[in-house]
């Protein structure tokens, strides 16, 4: 047992605090942001370009989404006219919901008596409705 204990000698340097200024580096340079050059971020979208969800958050379609409306122009002029169409269809059902519908006998607001029996229909969203 005893000619597996080695001595091992340790050597210690001191320093003043005056050379312990100039020689230690105190930056953490490893935890600051890398500044990345356009090229690279090119190279990193090429090499993770499969990997990247089609829709969602963080997803082709975001990216897409986002840097079109900071150019200001749509990538494909048909996505825009297709909102165009989806937004006038909206605008006509809302025009042909607001119109009153009258019933083909029975105006609205419409009182009716038959023999001693008085019914009073009221229109009410498009749908009578007897009171």
């Known amino acids: 047992m005893d000619n597996l204990i080695e001595e091992i000698q340790l050597k210690k340097n001191v320093y003043g605090i005056k050379i312990a200024k100039d020689s230690i580096d105190r930056k953490f340079i490893e935890f600051l942001p890398k500044d990345y050059k356009i090229n690279e971020l090119f190279e990193m979208y090429d090499s993770l370009f499969y990997y990247i969800p089609l829709r969602g958050k963080k997803?082709?379609?975001?990216?897409?989404?986002?840097?079109?409306?900071?150019?200001?122009l749509p990538i494909d002029s048909s996505l825009d006219e297709l909102e165009n169409?989806?937004?006038?269809?909206?605008?006509?059902?809302?025009?042909?919901?607001?119109?009153?519908?009258?019933?083909?006998?029975?105006?609205?607001?419409?009182?009716?008596?038959?023999?001693?029996?008085?019914?009073?229909?009221?229109?009410?969203?498009?749908?009578?409705?007897?009171?």
């Open 85 to 131: 169409l989806r937004l006038q269809i909206q605008l006509l059902k809302d025009d042909i919901d607001s119109i009153e519908n009258e019933h083909p006998f029975i105006p609205n607001f419409s009182i009716i008596k038959h023999r001693n029996i008085i019914i009073i229909f009221y229109k009410f969203v498009q749908f009578y409705r007897r009171i």
């Open 59 to 72: 997803s082709h379609i975001h990216i897409i989404k986002t840097s079109s409306k900071y150019a200001g």
